[in-house]
């Protein structure tokens, strides 16, 4: 049995006005402290939650708006939560649900609540396996744990106690400790993913996968340790892990070995399925693109303008980390090729100066037919596009270490990648490219591998 002061928990039962923590509010609280052996404290106390309880919700508790109107409000009673959970493991049966209204309350003074948490929901199922229902309820009725008062605070935070207690002292001769670590963690873990699950993933870099009940991807992410940052997801409290939560039914992976090749198969595979948490929380680190369209007189003109834009003007021709770097390209191609300054939309609409100094022919001023400027503006365009010098090949590490990734840009753009042999012992460079797949070619690819490049990692580079 555990011993007095092994663990200190805090059981926790919260009643409300309904719900959904964002919307609804807590219309009473109760804590009780225990070691795991016996009962230290308890508190208990009504709470206004500054709005009307909903009939329903009174026909369940039976707490009535008279009731609440004198009673404290959670900011005057938020310290007392804070003293009491202090330093415990946050217990309550379904415990997200208790868990996630009082984090809300506490966000919305602003303040962070943050505590190890243990459903005695999933604890029940491993430590009594084969009962028809692990509610609250059932479990009352099986164990026969005296309660006063349903689904009012105090009497099911006692009840989920008395539940708590039973767990431990039933697994007297095996280690409780662990089996409550195991609880904490798997709680943190969606309903249909197990944590034998996430032990048998691969420790190795590649991409993963989140699936919903009807088998749709839903979150692509990459990773050097797949296992590691699969756990990391379901680690704290946070809105994605909430999503996560809710959503994820299933998890799939594949290993590249290769950190380029995971986040160009991230990238691409983002790309292909836009699965649902990736676009919501997708953070835009090239905010800025040159784009490229033609003006009601036939002239190309090259446009400045938000990635984030609904209606782009044209196709992209080149991202850009910030504004400065896309009004220095455009600035660079405009003196390159002697453009017209007004046919390169930055936003200033200003008129073109460069015509008087003799560095415009006169597209501003019709003096230079759109056939003659669209020469120098087609080949401003192939420099915008330009990413690379030449051709050449990127040898990564493989799958495992009797392979090679190989990385192939061809006409001076991502290609694709592959897996070869790592003894494979050919004549010719351009032999290496009969390893690699086609793949989708994005400037999202290419500014991967030109970033890579830039990092100093080690990667064997051949030229074509």
Not at 147 to 163: I, K, M, P, W, Y
Not at 220 to 230: E, Q
Not at 253 to 281: C, D, M, W, Y
Request: glycine letters at 6%; a neutral charge.
């Amino acid at each position: 049995m555990a011993s007095k002061g092994q663990k200190r928990f805090a059981v926790v039962d919260i009643e409300t006005t309904g719900g959904m923590p964002k919307r609804d509010k807590i219309t009473e609280i109760a804590i009780v402290i225990t070691d795991g052996v016996e009962i230290l404290d308890q508190y208990a106390t009504l709470i206004n939650p500054e709005r009307s309880i909903p009939h329903e919700i009174t026909r369940i508790t039976g707490i009535t708006d008279d009731m609440v109107q004198n009673a404290p409000r959670f900011y005057e009673v938020a310290k007392e939560i804070v003293l009491l959970t202090e330093g415990a493991i946050f217990v309550a049966h379904n415990v997200n649900f208790d868990y996630n209204f009082i984090r809300y309350e506490f966000e919305r003074l602003g303040y962070t609540f943050s505590r190890k948490q243990l459903c005695t929901v999933k604890l029940s199922r491993k430590a009594f396996p084969g009962l028809a229902s692990y509610s609250l309820g059932n479990l009352i009725r099986h164990f026969g744990i005296q309660v006063e008062a349903r689904h009012r605070a105090l009497d099911d935070a006692l009840a989920a106690t008395q539940l708590l207690l039973k767990v431990i002292d039933s697994n007297q001769d095996e280690n409780v400790t662990a089996l409550i670590n195991r609880g904490i963690r798997e709680n943190k873990l969606p309903e249909a993913i197990h944590i034998e699950r996430l032990h048998q993933l691969p420790e190795v870099t590649g991409v993963y996968y989140f699936y919903d009940r009807y088998g749709t991807i839903i979150y692509v992410g990459k990773s050097i340790n797949i296992r590691s940052r699969i756990l990391q997801h379901f680690g704290q409290i946070t809105a994605k892990q909430e999503k996560l939560l809710r959503q994820v039914h299933d998890l799939d992976f594949t290993i590249t070995g290769s950190e380029l090749i995971a986040l160009l198969l991230e990238s691409e595979e983002i790309k292909v399925h836009n699965p649902e948490i990736n676009r919501a929380q997708k953070k835009k680190d090239y905010p800025y693109v040159i784009t490229t369209a033609h003006d009601g007189k036939g002239y190309r003109v090259f446009y400045l303008e938000a990635e984030s834009s609904k209606k782009l003007k044209g196709p992209i021709l080149s991202y850009h980390s910030s504004l400065a770097s896309a009004k220095g390209n455009l600035g660079m191609v405009r003196e390159l090729y002697s453009l017209c300054e007004e046919k390169i939309d930055v936003g200033n609409h200003r008129r073109c100066i460069y015509h008087q100094m003799g560095e415009c022919y006169g597209a501003c001023v019709d003096e230079e037919s759109p056939e003659a400027y669209n020469e120098r503006a087609e080949e401003a365009k192939v420099h915008l596009t330009k990413v690379f010098d030449g051709d050449f090949i990127l040898i990564t590490e493989g799958r495992n270490s009797e392979e090679n990734g190989v990385v192939w840009v061809s006409q001076k753009s991502y290609f694709g990648f592959g897996f070869m042999d790592a003894s494979f012992a050919y004549t010719s460079p351009h032999e290496l490219t009969t390893c690699v797949e086609k793949r989708l070619s994005t400037p999202e690819a290419n500014l991967i591998i030109q970033q890579f490049l830039r990092s100093g990692k080690n990667i064997r580079r051949i030229e074509l």
